[in-house]
């Protein structure tokens, strides 16, 4: 015997009865992000041909395989939003995330790209000229600080996002590094300043791309969610009045912003007839409402013993 419930909450979250995935509230400032870095690429492209700087030339590369991630990032919320069917009955959702796993292959592709081409630099200096490339870069670090400030906010709510806003601080630290390793140059003629800035450089983008594969891996891995203390979540339910027992707790998060619940509630008999039923389901519903952001709670009320007839995988 069993009841089940679905019911959706917001608390920092997506408001009731908001439609699409937490990214697709910043799809407008990721169009701009993706204008700019399509902007400065031509610029970079101009600049490398005039100047015939070899370090402009890679940051227009580049600034060209960010420019697809946040085109794929743009393209995975246009899929997310497409609506449920009978076969994919959570829709799409899940393309956001397969988006920042693409994108975290992007920039380990570029981080690695970067690291080994500044060793071989280091070895081998190339020419880097001086007044014309500090003006190209500097046309990189205010347009990629602008796109910076864009999606700041929606790369700590949505992982796909969050893959796009590491494309363009890649962007910026490349185009800084441009600027200070020829200003470097020009003021002591040390030729080996643009390998040691792109050394540093990729050592900073690996490390927070192994960190957004870790969290895309999670989500994909139906993992509960890192902020969620899973004991705490049983804690409270256990807590309520007339629960006598949990079993088959599971959490996991669809997409970014869309956290799922589903339990086994092991209940006094008095909570399985009708009335009981609705107060329990109103009680686990507030309980997990006042605590936690859950989108979508299921659960299943049943008497004491009812696990011992269960299949294994659902105990």
């Known amino acids: 015997m069993g009841a089940g419930h679905h019911h959706g909450h917001s ?92 994108n975290c292959v992007l920039l380990l592709g570029v981080g690695g790209y970067v690291l080994i081409e500044a060793v071989e630099r280091l070895a081998e200096p190339a020419p880097v000229p001086g007044a014309r490339t500090v003006v190209f870069g500097l046309v990189g670090v205010v347009a990629n600080g602008v796109s910076l400030a864009l999606l700041t906010r929606g790369s700590k709510e949505s992982l796909n996002v969050r893959g796009a806003f590491l494309e363009v601080l890649s962007d910026a630290l490349g185009s800084l590094a441009v600027v200070v390793s020829a200003l470097v140059i020009m003021a002591t003629g040390w030729t080996r300043a643009d390998p040691v800035a792109s050394l540093l450089i990729g050592l900073m983008i690996v490390p927070r791309t192994v960190k957004l594969l870790r969290e895309a891996l999670d989500v994909l891995l139906e993992a509960a969610p890192r902020h969620v203390d899973m004991d705490e979540v049983r804690a409270h339910i256990l807590a309520l009045p007339g629960v006598r027992g949990l079993h088959d707790l599971h959490m996991w998060t669809i997409t970014s912003g869309m956290p799922v619940l589903s339990a086994h509630v092991v209940v006094d008999p008095g909570a399985l007839d009708s009335a009981g039923q609705e107060k329990m389901l109103h009680d686990l519903q507030d309980c997990l409402g006042e605590h936690f952001a859950v989108e979508h709670c299921t659960f299943q009320l049943e008497p004491g013993g009812h696990a011992e007839h269960e299949a294994g995988l659902c105990r």
């Open 11 to 102: 608390h920092g979250g997506r408001p009731p009865g908001a439609t699409g995935t937490a990214a697709a509230a910043h799809k407008g400032r990721l169009r701009i992000a993706l204008g700019i870095t399509l902007t400065v690429l031509l610029v970079y492209a101009v600049g490398s041909a005039l100047t015939g700087s070899l370090a402009l030339f890679a940051e227009a590369g580049h600034m060209a395989t960010d420019a697809v991630g946040v085109f794929m990032a743009l393209l995975a919320i246009r899929f997310a939003a497409r609506p449920a069917s009978g076969r994919r009955t959570w829709g799409y959702a899940r393309a956001e995330i397969l988006a920042a796993l693409l």
